[in-house]
């Protein structure tokens, strides 16, 4: 029998882009949010021996260069199990990036051959053998609100933002991530009066950190002066100064992006963005019902809209393995 897992995709919320560093990655400062949006992954462990992946999406590789290949070479060596493993990855998510799918199949696969073993790696193992496949594997591990720093792969859990209504938007476009990684650093060498990338990230860091201590601080800040992050998690985080780097070389590139996010603006998101380099929008809502409108006037548009949620760690473990 496989072990049958869900494989749920992510968004952040806001990304800072840091310096590049000696080792070709760029330093980031993030928070990733899990969504509601999936993959379902089936993993059987079988006699013989090698891996094997079945997808009927044929833009999904059965090589060596998909994450799940890599994921369950390395965690086969550290569990010292041997067999054939076959994963079959049923694909829902959209393959345009942006929301982590091949990541997150991956962490979902590390899961399931566990499961399938019934064997687990200690978690430091897990986060070692997840960061050598991609910078953002991690984050998968952890579920729900995340701080990412370093590469995207050091995995803070946050406090938990409530589940929130959200619209995902897909467009047909496949954009490079290490060409806008690229694009940015020649932004940035041609804006001379730009603030250094580090302050760049010093400004959300302060933001997050506001955030994160305003409930136990005495002292009544603007924020809950303004209403409290309790009643608006989101508009907190907005104040703190979420944005996403990527925008800035990704939209000029696709200027249908741009389009995107004030077509979701005009929906009547409460914030919306690019995640990642993209080429996936999303928008945030205040309710269900607004989110499902949006999206059905966003498909009426032309655009690939489709209304979830955002998940909190708690349903983020509770629904992987309830399939
Ligand atoms: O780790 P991952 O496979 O997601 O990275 C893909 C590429 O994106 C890297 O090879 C690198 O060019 C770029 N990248 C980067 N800085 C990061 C993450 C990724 O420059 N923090």
Known sequence: MPVTV??????????????????????????????????????????????????????VPRDESNTCFRIVERAMTALRAKGRVVIEIEKRLPVQGGLGGASANAVATLLALERAQKRTLPATERLRIAAEVGSDLSLFLVGGTVLGVGRGEQVYPLTDLPAMPCVVVTPEIGVSTPKAFAEWDR??????????????????GRGLSAWLSEPYSSAPS????????????????????????????????????????????????KYASLSGSGSTLYGLFASRQSAMAAASRLRRQGWAAQATATLTRRQYWSRIFDC
């Open 187 to 204: 932004l940035c060498s041609q804006k001379l009066t730009a603030p250094p990338a580090s302050d760049r990230m010093n400004e959300l």
């Open 6 to 59: 869900r494989s749920f995709a992510k968004i952040n919320l806001g990304l800072r882009i840091g310096a590049a560093r000696a080792d070709g990655f760029h330093e980031l400062l993030t928070v990733y949010q899990t969504i509601a949006l999936h993959d379902v992954i089936r993993v059987s462990v079988k006699r013989g021996s090698g891996i094997e992946i079945l997808c009927a999406d044929p833009r």
């Open 222 to 269: 603007k924020f809950s002066a303004r209403g409290g992050r309790a009643e608006n998690p989101l508009l907190w985080l907005v104040r703190a100064g979420i944005e996403n780097d990527f925008e800035q070389v990704v939209f000029p590139e696709y200027p249908e992006l741009r389009d995107g996010k004030r077509a979701l603006l005009r929906a009547g998101a």
